[in-house]
């Protein structure tokens, strides 16, 4: 493995930079999580999707909203109910009746999911039908409506929130679900000095007001582009598949790390790097975001478990070796 550190470019410098900028904004409202937020921006910076899951009442939405806010660009949201329907999301092809049938014409109305940032709160309130539309959009940057299809903005970054599955009224998401999300993150309960400022008026959903983008779409994108040129040496993407291989091969799991978890996780230890400000990746940047980029996609015996998941992902990092150099 290469030993000298590698100079970082100005994509990479820009990465750094926007990372920076946009911690300090999130930090302002989302008091005592700095590792929810960090991964929050590799998330975004690697050019992936996140989901947000944990009970009620800790600020899944609020630190949606909040980085929606700080991104700008176009915004849009969609609160998740079982009634909400595919075209919802999506958007509908309008017949428009002219004097003749000549000019008779179809005209697309573009849903919500045509926006560079869209926060699809509580998903798993919606039906599997419903979640299937996202399918195409998180993967492939397109909507297909009636036989057409339509890119999407870019960059296009989904924000979903969702309470645990086993909670009354949720749909689980289904496996190619959740491996379209690079990152998931749990809040948790907030410690006694973060709730404290909380009740203080420190923080929270009455300062999202208080806080503006601070930066655009075209240099997120600008961004993301520098994040994919942060320099890999070979050992260490063999380190991500010997992971990632090390969940397909584990007793207790149904279902393994997919193919597109591996580029999933180089992608976001990439974004890692470059928010921590070097231009090249180390070990430390794949055992970081391999539990939030990982566990999720696992399915264990008894079902999707992200608690478990999380601690056997952290297990097999303490025993997969680790490239030295």
């Known amino acids: 493995m290469q030993t000298e550190p590698r100079a970082t470019d100005a994509g990479t410098e820009l990465a750094t930079a926007l990372a920076r900028k946009l911690y300090d904004n999130l930090s302002r409202v989302v008091r005592g ?34 980085l929606a806010r700080s991104v700008g660009g176009s915004f849009r949201r969609v609160q ?43 998903v798993n309130r919606a039906t599997p039908r419903t979640q299937s539309a996202l399918l195409e959009a998180m993967e492939e940057r397109q909507i297909t409506v009636d036989g057409v299809t339509r890119g999407l903005p870019e960059p296009f970054f989904l924000v979903a929130t969702q309470n645990p599955f086993e909670h009354s009224g949720t749909f689980p998401l289904v496996e190619g679900q959740r491996d379209r999300f690079s990152i998931v993150v749990q809040l948790g309960l907030p410690g006694r000095n973060a709730e404290r400022e909380l009740l203080m008026g420190v923080g ?10 601070v930066t655009d779409s075209h240099e997120i994108g600008a961004a993301i582009a520098g994040v994919r040129r942060v320099h890999c040496e070979p050992a260490l993407a063999d380190y991500v598949i010997d992971v990632s291989d090390a969940t397909r091969r584990h007793p207790d799991v149904v279902l393994g ?33 391999a539990p939030a980029a990982l566990a999720h996609r696992l399915i264990l015996g008894g079902g999707p478990d992200l608690h478990a998941a999380t601690a056997l992902v952290h297990g097999l990092l303490s025993q997969v070796p680790v490239p030295r150099g």
């Open 33 to 66: 999580k700095p590792e929810v937020i960090r991964l929050a921006l590799v998330a975004l910076l690697s050019g992936g999707h996140l989901l947000v899951e944990d009970v009620p009442g800790v600020g899944k939405t609020l630190l949606a909203k909040a």
């Open 257 to 289: 790390a997919s193919p597109r978890a591996s580029p999933g996780v180089l992608h976001a230890a990439q974004a890692h790097a470059a928010i921590s400000g070097r231009g090249y990746v180390v070990p430390e940047d794949v055992r970081t975001v």
């Open 204 to 213: 929270g959903a009455a300062h999202l007001d208080d806080i503006g983008a």
């Open 80 to 122: 998740a109910t079982p009634d909400l329907l595919p075209s919802d999301l999506t958007g509908v092809s309008v017949f428009h009746r002219g004097a003749d049938a000549a000019s008779d014409s179809w005209e697309f109305r573009p849903g919500p999911l045509f926006a560079n940032v869209v926060l699809v709160d509580e």
